[in-house]
């Protein structure tokens, strides 16, 4: 279940408004990134904030756009966040409950996410477009192996 198996593909498709988010899944959902890219077709991608969505992807995501507070998206659409010339994407997997969790906190130890916040309770609010390293370095760029995320996160929790 690695690769695209473990992910419904909305890779291509930015999220530029509320309506957008209507497309995602409202029977399910788990773990979940936003990211930014340059355009559609781009193999470019900045994570910028993992979650899971506990009772279905459309009902967060929902709640991320309209949450003028805590909402991710809104806080993207309205410029609060400095992410010129990039589009908000998503992935959504079908990873929930425990393994979602174990995989959302190995993902907070290898990647940089500006929108989660850290220790201080703080937020980036800029993107670093020097992390983005080449696709071969694949535990710090987007192509994350789930297989072996899944794999580590099994080992670990024996």
Not at 60 to 72: L, V
Not at 96 to 124: C, E, M, T, V, Y
């Amino acid at each position: 279940s690695s690769g695209i198996n473990a992910e419904y593909g909305y890779d291509q498709e930015q999220i530029k408004d509320p309506d957008d988010v209507n497309k995602f899944p409202a029977h399910y959902g788990g773990l979940y990134l936003f990211y930014m890219k340059p355009n559609p077709t781009s193999d470019v991608r900045y994570p910028i904030y993992v979650g899971v969505a506990k009772k279905s992807f459309r009902e967060r995501f929902q709640r991320q756009a309209n949450d003028n507070f805590t909402g991710i998206l809104g806080k993207i659409w309205s410029g609060e966040f400095k992410f010129e010339g990039h589009g908000v994407y998503a992935v959504c997997t079908h990873h929930q409950g425990p393994a979602a969790q174990a995989i959302k906190k190995l993902l907070l130890d290898s990647f940089h996410f500006p929108l989660k916040r850290n220790r201080r309770g703080q937020l980036r609010r800029e993107l670093d477009t020097s992390e983005q390293l080449p696709a071969e370095y694949v535990k710090d760029n987007y192509d994350i192996p789930w297989k072996e995320c899944l794999e580590k996160v099994a080992a670990a929790g024996q």
